[in-house]
Each structure stands twice: as C-alpha cells, then as structure tokens.
Nanobody, 117 residues
Framework: QVHLVESGGGLVQAGGSLRLACAASGLTFGNYVMAWFRQAPGKEREFVTSIRWSADSTLYADSVKGRFTISRDNAKNTVFLQMNSLKPEDTAVYYC??????????WGQGTQVTVSS
C-alpha cells in the first residue's frame, strides 16, 4: 500500500522560509515523478512544482519561480520543498503527489502552510 506523508508546514511571517518534506513508502520511488500541489481556501488545487528521478528535470509554476526549490533524496524516498521569501498568497494546504509511468497517482494528506502579513 502506497503512503505519502507530508510534514514541515506551519505558521510563518511574510518573507520567511519553510521546508516541507514528503516521505513515500510502498512504491518504487525512482519510478515516480514527484510533485507538490497546493490548495487555498475557496480555490482549486494548483500545481506548484515537480521533479523527475534524475532531479535534473524540474518544473515550477510561475508564481513560485525563484523562491521555491524542489529536491529529492532517492535513497530516503523523500521529496522536499524549500520555500523562501514566502508571501501571504502562498497560504494553502500543500499536497505531495507521486505519478507513475501509467499515470497512476497517489496523494498525501496535505500539510497546512500559513503566511502572515
């Protein structure tokens, strides 16, 4: 059974930083593209960033480019999201997603990030 467990969320002031982690189990981690999504109250879930096995292929939403960095530790089956220069509009529940080669998706339960102005 696949499990994705996010951690690292919390309350931070604008301009601050947080580092999220997503620990995966029950899957062959290297076969999955890992991604972060977020969902703010009253809004649809949106893509934030993704990373492939080799970690040399990453994508970012325009809204987070230059501020957020995704990375992965394949030995520890963990993907990270370093978030710097946080803004109040970054406030959301952040979700980790694993996507396999057959587009089989698995989601974590989410972690709340709140940025105060």
């Amino acid at each position: 059974q696949v499990h994705l467990v996010e951690s690292g969320g919390g309350l931070v002031q604008a301009g601050g930083s947080l580092r999220l982690a997503c620990a995966a189990s029950g899957l062959t981690f290297g076969n999955y593209v890992m991604a972060w999504f977020r969902q703010a109250p009253g809004k649809e879930r949106e893509f934030v960033t993704s990373i492939r096995w080799s970690a040399d292929s990453t994508l970012y939403a325009d809204s987070v480019k230059g501020r957020f960095t995704i990375s992965r530790d394949n030995a520890k089956n963990t993907v990270f999201l370093q978030m710097n220069s946080l803004k109040p509009e970054d406030t959301a529940v952040y979700y980790c997603r694993a996507r396999g080669t057959n587009y089989d998706d698995y989601w974590g339960q989410g972690t709340q990030v709140t940025v105060s102005s």
